[in-house]
């Protein structure tokens, strides 16, 4: 069930790639979430009327605990860069449909820029082992590594300048770990639209199962407006907030 609730926030740090680390006491929340690649909606201060979307990186049913990632983009994500430990966040969830995952699958994580965080909840509490493949726009900008060489048994990293990892885009990481090791159960992607459509590419080349989600734009975050609605390729509207932010690959209209 989701609930709305007033979190305190028991950590906050600034992560050397410029995003924003904070972990919050989830009041029940943690121990409803069913799967990773669910998201959390919070109010960004009394000016900003709409919540923002931001996705569960890791939690702790036991300890009562969320934790999320962020970058601090505009005006609700800056707001929220700017608290402290002890103060409170008014935050609903756990919200929408997540990765589905096999307790003994072994799957291909696949993440881009600001879409690495919520792969780190599937290296934690999905699947038996785990390849993952980041990528970022630079070494600069790379973020939670250690988290991630601790949950998977690989990390494969790429950057847009080159200046750490492979010099390119993931998608030629995912095409060569699925040459190298077929046996995965699926690949699992967060980031960009551009970088989904070709991770999804790849994996359909292999035949493999792909689970993409999906960051659109959100209003109400629970289904009761139409700001999220995203085209199917069956020509059918779904909302990214409820029916997503995870959807199967081939469910995707990738010319919209
Ligand atoms: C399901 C879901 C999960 C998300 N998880 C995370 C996360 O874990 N960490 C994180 O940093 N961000 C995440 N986002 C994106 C985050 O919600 C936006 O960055 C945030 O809403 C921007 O709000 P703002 O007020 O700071 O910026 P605004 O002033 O509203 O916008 C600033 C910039 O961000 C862009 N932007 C706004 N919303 C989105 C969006 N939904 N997707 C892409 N670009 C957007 C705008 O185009 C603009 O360029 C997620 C979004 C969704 C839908
Ligand atoms: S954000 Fe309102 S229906 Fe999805």
Redesign the pocket.
Request: proline fraction near 11%; include cysteine; charge should be neutral.
């Given at each position: 069930m989701t609930v709305e609730q007033h979190c305190t926030i028991l950590e906050v740090t600034h992560l050397s790639s410029g995003?924003v680390s904070i972990t919050f006491e989830s009041k029940g929340m943690a121990a409803q979430i069913t799967h990773p690649g669910q998201?959390v909606h919070v109010k960004?201060g009394e000016d900003?009327l709409l919540r923002?979307?931001?996705?569960i990186?890791n939690w702790s049913a036991e300890r009562d605990l969320i934790r999320?990632?962020?970058?601090?983009?505009?005006?609700?994500?800056?707001w929220?860069s700017q608290r402290s430990v002890g103060e409170t966040l008014d935050v609903l969830g756990p919200l929408?449909h997540g990765f589905q995952m096999d307790p003994h699958g072994r799957y291909l994580l696949v993440g881009g820029g600001?879409g690495v965080?919520?792969m780190l909840g599937c290296a934690v509490h999905g699947g038996e082992a785990h390849t993952a493949i980041l990528g970022f726009r630079s070494g600069n900008h790379a973020m939670l590594l250690e988290d991630f060489s601790k949950a998977c048994t690989g990390v494969r990293l790429a950057t847009d300048d080159g200046s750490l990892g492979h010099h390119g885009f993931v998608d030629a990481l995912v095409r060569q770990e699925l040459t190298d090791n077929p046996a995965y159960t699926a690949v699992l992607a967060c980031g960009p639209k551009p970088m989904l459509r070709s991770v999804a590419k790849v994996a359909s080349e292999f035949g493999i199962p792909c689970q993409v989600?999906?960051?659109?734009?959100?209003g109400c975050g629970v289904g009761a407006c139409l700001v999220?609605a995203c085209k199917t390729a069956d020509g059918h509207y779904r909302h990214?907030?409820k029916d997503?932010?995870v959807f199967p690959a081939e469910e995707v209209d990738w010319n919209e």
């Open positions: 995003a998201f960004c900003t923002r979307p931001i996705s990186c999320m990632v962020f970058e601090d983009r505009g005006k609700g994500t800056h929220l929408g600001i965080p919520p989600s999906m960051e659109e734009r959100m999220c990214a907030c997503g932010p």
